[in-house]
């Protein structure tokens, strides 16, 4: 795979490492607004600098409810992988 | 052979399925082919929703209790005791007072219980609405509060009746402009998300009228501790208030049972939102709080839902296919001040479109909360 600018690369790395190991998962598929992202910020709560949250959604609006918090809240929203019927945000607790 | 119902908890939901059953079945119960159970950890039905008046001194506690036994139709065994442990392979409740019972059907509606502990400061703190005793907590300040820096701050989601935060800040602010106070009291209210209420029609409806009434707000705050003696809040987004009052709606759960039965986190249990049957085994339902519908934690849902789960528990007790089924359907009175109100109608397809708030609504959500009592006898 070529890797064009920093940007893409960044990314690629990310979904490598995101892809292998999160610390967490968070299963929010079939709720609605703002469900699963009232569940994101749970499980960040709890967790520990540094860990890494994924979270599965099949509600539209966590496309604008996820980054938001994320920029909002300090804490980094590394990707977003999309699924056939969901997508899945990887979220760094800061 | 005796068909056995079993319902724990005698909340509005309850409430309302055991008088509901016992009404459908009424020739099976005579006859002895089904038994209906409802259990309770205390005599007593609390009607929460009397708890948002207590602090203004327009309610008592009081208001909100009536013996089950005086609410439940006599054909079914009412069991005051705690069930300690749920077994859906035996299908077989344990409980802390005596024998354990096994069930044909059982319906879960534990209802909420409240976390305060889980933000650290938060109890010691700040002041609630949501108990019986954080309200009478909160009426001896709010009594004789007359300036300074309120906070009402939504900690959790989801929490019980969805509208209440909203409804206390705008009757905290006519209550004091009221009083000629209001230049003297500043309200904010936090949010845990990036509008003022979960609902984007509900939210698009309130934030106009929250600027009109000089009501400050803070959306994306999701508390991460208070600290009661430097008297702030702070999210864990990093910001900070300042309070001389802290109202709070804590952090919600269901009972730790469900969870223990694997029958869904954090206490609620996991439901087809259509047929309320539990997902993670045979034979059990839940409704109101306990189900994880997406739906609001009102009395309204647990009334609606309660008439489902009646109607497919008849249809199974006599060998036909369950066809009744939940469509989402909440209504819900929303005070805007002391002596106005709006009302709401939605369900899964429909969203919610508030009504122009008037007195004549302010005084159906008055007379509504009095004639409840009908509604848990099944007669409303």
Redesign the interface.
Known sequence: MELKDNTNADRFQRSLMTEMDPDETVDSR??????P??DL?GA??SADSGAVIRLLSDNEQSHT?VP??AE???NELLTVEEHDDHAAFYVEKA | MTERIVIVGGGTGGSVLANDLADRLEPELDAGDVEVTLVNDGPEQVYKPVWLYVPFGQREPADGRRRLDELVDDAVDLRIDRVTDVDTDAQRLRFDGGPSTEYDHLVLATGSTLEPELIPGLAEGGHDYYSESGATALREELLSFTEGEIVLSVVGTPHMCPAAPLEFVFMIDDWFRKRGLREDVEVTYTYPIQRVHGNPHIAEWARPIMDERGINVETFFNAESVDPDAKTITSMEGTELDYDLLVSIPPHAGVDLIEEAGLGDDGWVDVDKHTLEAEGAENVYALGDTAATGVPNAGSVAHYQAGVVGQRLASDVRGRPATATYDGKTLCFIETGMDAASFVEFDYQNPPSPAPPSQKLHWSKLAYNESYWLTARGLL
């Open positions: 079939g709720a609605a607004c703002p469900g992202l009232m910020i960040i709560r409810d938001e918090w909002e809240s300090g």
